[in-house]
């Protein structure tokens, strides 16, 4: 973890671990790692909520938890950049991480796979692996989405690639 | 297309018997031998060679399979015409995949299974197979398209796992497999979010590996080999989670990112190291966020290693199916110092991989079996060849032990170390054995509950 942000540093201690060792065809096992995910994702939104940084929303888009959808968001030079986020729980988790998707950007940067799925490889596979079975979806936003935002962003906009939803529609209505 | 060109001389030759002045007929007999022409070029173009019924080894131009057959006169192969009883499948159809169905295509492989949920793209242009023209079909539709015309007694299943999921879904939206089918033509495939490493997708890859409607008689799975020609790590682990749990025996292969290197392994479930074994090298260096800004996604291919790979992945496999020569159960490739390592992996007794320790279990049950056979085989072969000792004594009676024993019954010794050593590194954790119910366990335990909990948290 070194050459982490202290702040990153920190959060991640106050996200609580996940113990139980189970992916989405292990039945009773996988509801119950599903509750240590949800008691995880909560811990996190709130801590988020109360250090003023809430950046995200996620929540199960089917009932066996399996894919997951909502929004997450930036802010650049006082902007506020939004996008749709989702991503499937893969039949071998926790073993692989989910594949993080961001579809509103695809093919905008180098930095993602085909159908929008960022680039995780160097900077959170590796941490994952190390630490499987114990992180969990909110260690992969922490750990894995938040510093691509980071890094992507601030290039995007300064490159003209995504346009502040301001911009857009005012160029649009004139 | 030729009915229309034989229509078009006999319009021709009616004008030309309608018409009372014969100094058009010279033009006209020009227009004709033009359509003649053309309807030979229409025919060799659609020239697709009939099915062929035996494999014959007549060393004649129009046998397909007269150097194949040659094999057997060499005495590389036992029985060649084998082959057609062999169901291959092959995931992911990129770089090295679509050779390699082209090699087994060629071969005269009895079927194939073709796996992708991508599309044909210019970027694929400096790899082998793909034609620019095919640049937006779906990799297995384009690979079909093409193989069909090399080998039509190959029979070929492609399954693009979003199409047949969509499939389904659509008919019974809709009704009518016609119907279905159109729909997924016209639509683009904007979405790839059903690829085997999904819950629907991996069942549909599962079943598909368990249909035995090729060869009913078979023991088994449907497959005789599944060859992993995938490009990433979710991929490769959800292969070998199938392959596991139906005790299905695998091949996978690899070049690596810079293009310059590449590998191919055997998987036999319980018995070699499976996938999940021996994971890769985890480098937990802390990565700061400028590495992140400075590396691209894009990896490097040259169509050179992805032809050497799939060269030796289908060199291995046709070794494996039709049982000639030594089968290797690890291939390296280093095309920098042409170095090629080899060597074989037990299989992880921690290995995080359920299935595959019930396989190891398995294979260590049935392992006095196996060395009967072995025995048996080796004797046979030992008794036609001249017996004779190798030392008439043997004053230190030295003997040789089988030393490829399962550590079952040392397991315990093995891990005694002599008094005043000890293990640097702590045994993988066992998470079965410590459920440890931290202290916020105690808080919430439903389901609905915690899921009412984020939504309102999400909700403000």
Known sequence: MEGWDPNTKSTLTQIPLLSTKAGPRDGAAWTQRLKEEYKALIAYTQMNKSNDNDWFRISAANPEGTRWTGKCWYVHNLLKYEFDLQFDIPVTYPATAPELELPQLDGKTQKMYRGGKICLTVHFKPLWAKNCPRFGIAHALCLGLAPWLAAEIPILVDSGMIKHRDDVSGSSES | ?460
Request: overall charge negative; charged content about 25%.
């Open chain 2, 1 to 460: 297309m030729e009915a229309e060109l034989k229509d078009m001389i006999d319009d021709l030759e009616s004008l030309k018997r309608s018409l009372p002045d014969s100094s058009l007929h010279a033009s006209i007999n020009k227009l004709e031998l033009r359509v003649e022409n053309l309807t030979k070029m229409a025919m060799s173009a659609t020239a697709r060679r009939s099915k062929v019924k035996d494999m014959s080894s007549e060393v004649v131009d129009s046998n397909p399979y007269s150097r194949l057959m040659a094999l057997q006169r060499m005495g590389i192969v036992e029985n060649y015409e084998r082959i057609r009883e062999f169901s291959v499948a092959i995931v992911g159809v990129g770089g090295v995949g679509s050779v390699a169905a082209e090699m087994l295509t060629r071969c005269g492989i009895g079927r194939l299974l073709l796996y992708d949920y991508d599309k044909v793209e210019l970027a694929n242009m400096n790899r082998l197979f793909f034609r620019p023209e095919q640049v937006g079909m779906t990799k297995t539709d384009a690979a079909v398209q093409t193989l069909a015309d090399i080998n039509p007694d190959v029979v070929l299943e492609e399954i693009n796992v979003w199409t047949i999921s969509f499939n389904i879904l659509r008919q019974k939206l809709l009704g009518g497999e016609r119907r279905a089918y159109k729909c997924t033509r016209r639509y683009r495939f904007s979405s790839f979010t059903l690829n085997i490493t999904t819950v629907q997708g991996f069942e549909t890859f599962m079943s598909s590996l368990r249909n035995k409607s090729f060869r009913p008689s078979k023991e088994g799975s449907g497959v005789d080999l599944v060859l992993s020609c995938v490009d990433n790590y979710e991929a490769r682990m959800a292969v070998n989670q199938a392959c596991n749990e139906l005790n299905q025996t695998w091949m996978e292969s690899g070049v690596s990112e810079d293009a310059v290197s590449g590998h191919i392994q055997l998987l036999i479930p319980g018995e070699t190291a499976c996938f999940a074994c021996a994971p890769p090298l985890v480098v937990a260096s802390g990565v700061d966020e400028r590495t992140l800004k400075r590396e691209g996604v894009c990896a490097a291919s040259l169509p050179t290693t992805m032809g050497v790979v799939a060269g030796l992945l289908v060199q291995n496999t046709l070794k494996y199916l039709l049982k000639f020569g030594q089968v290797s159960s690890y291939l390296g490739y280093n095309s920098l110092k042409d170095y090629f390592p080899t060597m074989a992996m037990k299989p992880n007794p921690q290995c995080s991989n359920a299935a595959c320790l019930e396989r190891q279990k398995e294979c260590i049950l049935a392992k006095p079996a196996r060395d009967a056979a072995a025995k048996a085989k080796m004797e046979a072969e030992a008794s036609s060849a001249t017996e004779c000792s190798l030392h008439a004594d043997n004053e230190w009676n030295i003997s040789v032990v089988d030393d490829s024993n399962p550590d079952s019954v040392e397991a315990t010794s093995a891990d005694a170390l002599p008094e005043g050593l000890t293990h640097e590194l702590p045994n993988a954790d066992d998470f079965k054995k410590s459920p440890a119910p931290g202290p916020t366990d105690t808080s919430i335990d439903d389901l609905d509950l915690l899921r009412k909990q984020l939504e309102a948290l999400n909700a403000d």
